[in-house]
């Protein structure tokens, strides 16, 4: 373990160390918060995926959202990539395509805050032939 050496050396591990806390008591019960998941296959890292799932992790701690943001591999949507599924407690999942950072923050401040539906939500129904 590296010694301390200065205030802002501390601050930097109090701020680690409250981030790990976080993290994991929202694992005890991640049924009863809001769970994003947001695709991270190879396709879903070339449309900007982790751009994206940056920004939803920025705007849920700024806005103290009690969501979990996690990523998942192929959601099976190459051609909507990036996709991001939001699952609210007790509710379906809806999964939302073309997610851009804009479009991050709109799902978080109309469809999560607001229960106001957006463009762009893939059909629960979709099936491959």
């Given at each position: 373990?590296?010694?301390?050496?200065?205030?802002?050396?501390?601050?930097?591990?109090?701020?680690?160390?409250?981030?790990?806390?976080?993290?994991?008591?929202?694992?005890?019960?991640?049924?009863?918060?809001?769970?994003?998941?947001v695709?991270?296959?190879?396709?879903?890292?070339?449309?900007?995926?982790?751009?994206?799932?940056?920004?939803?992790?920025?705007?849920i701690?700024?806005?103290?959202?009690?969501?979990?943001?996690?990523?998942?591999?192929c959601?099976?949507?190459?051609?909507?990539?990036?996709?991001?599924?939001?699952?609210?407690?007790?509710?379906?999942?809806?999964?939302?395509?073309?997610?851009?950072?804009?479009?991050?923050?709109?799902?978080?401040?109309?469809?999560?805050?607001n229960?106001?539906?957006?463009?762009?939500?893939?059909?629960?129904?979709?099936?491959?032939?």
């Amino acid at each position: 373990m590296t010694k301390i050496k200065s205030l802002d050396e501390l601050r930097k591990r109090k701020e680690q160390l409250e981030h790990r806390m976080e993290i994991r008591d929202k694992s005890d019960h991640p049924e009863s918060l809001v769970q994003i998941k947001v695709a991270m296959a190879t396709c879903g890292i070339a449309s900007g995926a982790r751009t994206v799932m940056n920004a939803l992790v920025e705007k849920i701690k700024k806005e103290k959202v009690p969501a979990i943001v996690t990523q998942t591999g192929c959601m099976g949507y190459c051609y909507a990539e990036p996709t991001v599924e939001v699952k609210k407690p007790g509710q379906d999942p809806i999964v939302f395509s073309y997610v851009d950072v804009k479009k991050a923050e709109e799902i978080i401040d109309k469809y999560i805050l607001n229960n106001e539906l957006l463009d762009g939500i893939l059909p629960a129904n979709y099936q491959t032939i």
